[in-house]
């Protein structure tokens, strides 16, 4: 497993937000918004290390910082990602999560970095993803983050705000 060289080294987006608008390079965008390249532990650099990740687990110190960056409760969060509120909480920090959570918290990722890229900023992109769109029959954006197709669908409705489609 590669590590992470110091001068290399990705911040979280929560304690820094301002560096998260300098990366440009996705991966490196997702692994700011997981905590940052010391909670990960592991470089990502394509997909096939997204692969990895998601077979080997996150740990479930991510799952606060996703949690911390959607404004949702830890229940909340639970729910999206189909584990039990009191199995997250008896699993320490650096306790992995299965490859589901895994796979669904990177989805989750890739949405926080899409909304932010169009929307302009994390506190924009969290009220909007609060706020009842007529578009997904009055619910919010959070509604549908709990499944892969949920998650695309608000992809594609950032993409089309992107384009001035909505």
Same mark, same amino acid.
């Given at each position: 497993?590669?590590?992470y ?7 979280n987006?929560?304690?820094e ?8 390079n *996705?991966?490196?965008?997702?692994i700011?918004i997981?905590?940052g390249?010391?909670? &990960?532990g592991?470089? #990502?650099h394509?997909? %096939? =290390? ?10 479930k110190?991510v799952?606060?910082t996703?949690?911390?960056?959607l404004s949702i409760?830890m ?8 584990v ?9 920090d *650096? ?6 959570s895994?796979?669904?918290?990177l989805? &989750?990722?890739?949405? #926080?970095s899409?909304? %932010? =890229?169009v929307?302009?900023?994390i ?6 993803l609060h706020t009842?769109?007529r578009?997904l029959?009055?619910?919010?954006p959070?509604d549908f983050?709990?499944t ?5 669908l608000i992809?594609?409705i950032?993409?089309?705000i992107?384009?001035g489609?909505?």
């Amino acid at each position: 497993m590669k590590t992470y060289s110091q001068e290399n080294i990705i911040k979280n987006i929560v304690n820094e937000p301002e560096l998260f608008y300098g990366l440009n390079n *996705k991966y490196d965008r997702i692994i700011s918004i997981l905590g940052g390249s010391v909670a &990960i532990g592991q470089p #990502i650099h394509n997909d %096939i =290390d997204l692969i990895e990740i998601t077979r080997k687990g996150l740990p479930k110190s991510v799952v606060q910082t996703i949690s911390n960056i959607l404004s949702i409760s830890m229940e909340k969060m639970s729910q999206l990602i189909h584990v039990s509120y009191r199995t997250i909480q008896r699993k320490s920090d *650096k306790d992995l999560l299965n490859v589901y959570s895994t796979e669904q918290i990177l989805e &989750i990722a890739e949405v #926080i970095s899409r909304g %932010i =890229d169009v929307l302009g900023s994390i506190k924009a992109f969290t009220a909007w993803l609060h706020t009842k769109l007529r578009v997904l029959n009055y619910k919010t954006p959070l509604d549908f983050l709990d499944t892969t197709f949920g998650a695309r669908l608000i992809k594609d409705i950032l993409g089309r705000i992107e384009h001035g489609v909505y």
